[in-house]
């Protein structure tokens, strides 16, 4: 088959001027117009004017990018590196997007009229510079982290990270990446703040203790108790269970009760009948009221309590926060019983179902206000501490 070279002419943007695509360009949306032009290129009958849009918005795609790869470069700043080297590589995607449409046209005798660049090279110098630029980053905030800088050694810690993206086993940032995260951590000591615990208080203790999140599930916050062999504590947090609260065993009950009349047989009479001139037997219904009643019991019982606790910053000695957390649980249980005769009872007044249940434990209720308390105590606390 001929191959059929195509070249862009007036007469040809002429007759793109009121197509979809075109309009997409003409509003300077060559990336919706790229994608669309590809699509309808992928399969069916080739048509001029989708070839032509897709050589414009490709090469304005392309000439867009560069241009702003050269702005970046002209400016001097080492921190564009990270850009120019995603610019590159989306001038590299293009060009894959393009490639199975490139291939089809061939075979169909089309040949697109586009500048195919490698970027290789250009990629190679922009993913050197891009490790070396985050690489000295982590350099700079580290001696800022070694003076005691937390913040700055997390910065550090983020930028060794993004170098070994670019360029796994870059000089030494693997071994400076545990220096980094030491630096960054924020340890803080809890100390139980309660005068003359009692065992319930202690037990309760332990459970804060046991929960203590892991270093993984806190963002650079790690938590330790008082008696934990560590020395460099950034926090002390003195916490105190308080406002203990349970309820007594309630039981609540109100009664329904209906009543109505039911037949209740008959008893035969002697009247006279005047159409047989005599006296006749004759039957006369007995009624009689009945009564139901349904008594529905709610058994209630409640148990809350507070975790109060008190931050103290010891690089400065003064306090920086408190606050108390509530933890509460409850339990509730309903039933009925009946009383009376249940057929005066219709849907109005049924009974309930369930049964009548031992009331828990006031320990046992304090225990879980516990749990819903400690979670949040560790979350609050962590995110107010830097």
Not at 52 to 57: G, I, P, Q, Y
Not at 213 to 218: A, G, Q, V
Not at 322 to 333: R, T
């Amino acid at each position: 088959m001929k191959t059929k070279y195509l070249y862009l002419s007036l007469v040809g943007l002429c007759l793109l001027s009121c197509e979809p695509t075109r309009r997409l360009m003409e509003r300077g949306l060559y990336e919706k117009a790229f994608a669309q032009s590809l699509n309808q290129l992928s399969d069916g009958k080739v048509k001029l004017k989708q070839i032509v849009n897709l050589e414009v918005s490709f090469k304005k795609l392309n000439e867009r990018d560069e241009q702003d790869i050269q702005l970046r470069k002209s400016q001097g700043q080492a921190s564009e590196w990270p850009a120019i080297h995603d610019l590159y590589m989306r001038l590299r995607l293009r060009q894959k997007d393009l490639l199975p449409v490139m291939r089809r046209l061939d075979g169909l005798g089309y040949k697109l009229m586009i500048d195919w660049v490698l970027w290789d090279k250009e990629i190679k110098e922009a993913t050197d510079n891009t490790a070396l630029y985050y690489y000295t980053e982590a350099q700079n905030n580290l001696t800022a982290a070694r003076k005691g800088d937390r913040l700055a050694a997390r910065r550090a810690y983020k930028h060794l990270n993004n170098c070994q993206a670019y360029r796994p086993g870059y000089k030494d940032a693997a071994l400076l990446l545990p220096e980094a995260e030491a630096l960054g951590i924020t340890n803080i000591r809890v100390i139980a703040d309660d005068q003359n615990q009692d065992l319930q208080h202690k037990d309760w203790h332990r459970m804060l203790r046991e929960r203590m999140p892991d270093l993984k599930k806190l963002e650079w916050k790690a938590f330790y108790w008082e008696d934990d062999p560590i020395t460099d504590i950034h926090f002390d947090c003195f916490v105190k269970w308080d406002g203990i609260y349970v309820s007594s065993d309630e039981t609540i009950s109100a009664d329904c009760t209906q009543s109505k009349e039911v037949e209740d047989g008959y008893v035969m009479k002697k009247e006279w009948s005047v159409t047989d001139s005599a006296f006749v037997d004759v039957k006369e219904i007995q009624y009689k009221t009945i009564t139901g009643t349904v008594t529905n019991f709610e058994q209630q019982k409640s148990a809350s309590l507070e975790l109060k606790y008190r931050v103290v910053d010891l690089s400065i000695s003064m306090l920086i926060q408190s606050d108390a957390i509530g933890g509460s649980d409850s339990w509730s249980n309903t039933y009925s019983k009946t009383s009376g005769d249940t057929n005066a009872l219709d849907g109005s007044c049924s009974p309930s179902m369930g049964f009548c249940k031992t009331f828990p434990k006031g320990d046992n209720m304090l225990d879980q206000a516990v749990n819903c308390t400690i979670s949040r105590f560790y979350a609050l606390v962590s995110k107010r501490i830097d």
